[in-house]
């Protein structure tokens, strides 16, 4: 008998490329491309090396009263972990332990499946209807729970309130998770539905509109029982998951409202003149309402387009997905990057039809 037997054996989650070249266009792991705001930089020069000698607060206090005031809710409702994938991956430990599989989209965020298969979840993928929206009524038998982005990721679309409000109804008797981490960019939060459904878990991320991908902060929003079973999990496995400098910058980020807003008006501005170019080049797409466009080329395949890309120190991203190989998922960046990512592509598509 070998060691090996013993091992638990996954297939990893297969995160974007992160290049590190000098003036690259780094447009394929949809973080923001300005900086956070202000207030985080004023809260950064106050930090104090001396203190990282000493534990950080273990329950996010200063965190979690923040978040919690900004968007109407109790600290009881809000729980704070190292980046949104932190927060899901304990969510799947703590609320999906039936025998009966969980249920999310077959074309989604690619960790699902990771920390289902990790964790021995029984799960079934659900095919997405023909224009790439979810069809309602697959979330709506017996299951051991539920999960999806809205907007979903990698194709961009939002699904309104009402539709995830029917999901919810659903499914009394197991926890359903929205996963938020783009609702920032256009669409209609699922919050204020916590309040009416205490089965309903909702989180987001301070990687995309709030630009702090470095700092890794994610935060859920729920039933205060639901956060309670959180902590129990989260406290069984490390009390100490916010690092000091994590927490002061994350509520310097908060405290700057306006900072925020202006940077994803900015985003979403950007975003719908890159649609109008890209339709004009040739290119159809879902309609986007995050910070990125999925979209295929009427006739260069999207490994062609990925690859030459590439070679001009531009990055998008592809997935080898037979589902979904011939679309690129394009982050929005800066008015400048998207302005030479546009030109790169309408120099490359007229000299290849020439």
């Known amino acids: 008998m070998s060691w090996e037997e013993n091992v638990r054996k996954v297939v990893p989650y297969t995160p974007g490329e992160q290049p590190n070249k000098a003036h690259m266009i780094k447009l394929n792991t949809n973080e923001c491309p300005y900086p956070p705001a202000p207030g ?9 090396p001396e203190d990282f000698r000493l534990y950080p607060d273990p329950n996010a206090d200063s965190l979690v009263s923040v978040l919690a ?8 409702n809000v729980f704070v972990g190292v980046g949104s994938d ?37 799960y079934e993928k659900k095919p997405l209807a023909a224009d790439f929206h979810i069809r309602k009524e697959d979330y709506m038998g017996a299951n051991g729970g539920v999960i999806f982005p809205n907007p979903n990721a990698p194709t961009g679309l939002l699904e309104d309130l009402s539709v995830i409000e029917e999901i919810v109804q659903a499914n009394p008797d197991v926890v359903v998770i929205v996963d938020e981490a783009y609702i920032d960019f256009g669409g209609e939060s699922a919050l204020p539905l916590i309040k009416k459904y205490d089965n309903l878990l909702v989180v987001q ?16 929003m729920g039933n205060a029982k639901l956060i309670r079973y ?22 310097a980020a908060v405290k700057d409202d306006a900072y925020f807003k202006q940077t994803t008006a900015k985003i979403v501005a950007t975003r ?9 080049l040739g290119f159809t797409f879902p309609d986007a309402k995050s910070n990125f466009i999925f979209a295929t080329h009427k006739s260069v395949h999207a490994v062609e387009l990925f690859e030459a890309l590439k070679k001009q120190n531009i990055y998008v ?28 592509l309408r120099e490359y598509l007229q000299n290849r039809t020439a």
Request: zero cysteines; proline letters at 4%; glycine letters at 4%.
């Open 205 to 220: 991320t301070f990687s995309k509109s709030r630009a702090m991908a470095g700092m890794r902060i994610g935060y859920a």
């Open 272 to 280: 719908e003149r890159v649609k109008q170019a890209l339709k004009e």
């Open 317 to 344: 991203r592809h997935f080898s997905d037979p589902l979904i190989d011939n679309y690129l998922r394009i982050t929005i960046g800066t008015d400048e990057e998207m302005d030479k990512f546009l030109a790169f």
């Open 230 to 251: 959180l902590n129990d999990v989260k406290f069984s496995t490390n009390s100490y998951t916010m690092n000091r400098p994590s927490l002061l910058l994350g509520v």
């Open 69 to 76: 005031e900004y968007y109407g809710l109790e600290k009881e």
């Open 40 to 48: 985080v930089t004023e809260a950064l020069a106050g930090l104090k």
């Open 86 to 122: 932190d927060v899901l991956a304990l969510a799947f430990q703590t609320f999906f332990n039936s025998d009966r599989p969980i249920v999310f989209p077959q074309i989604t965020y690619s960790f699902y499946d990771v920390w289902a298969d990790l964790y021995k979840i029984p």
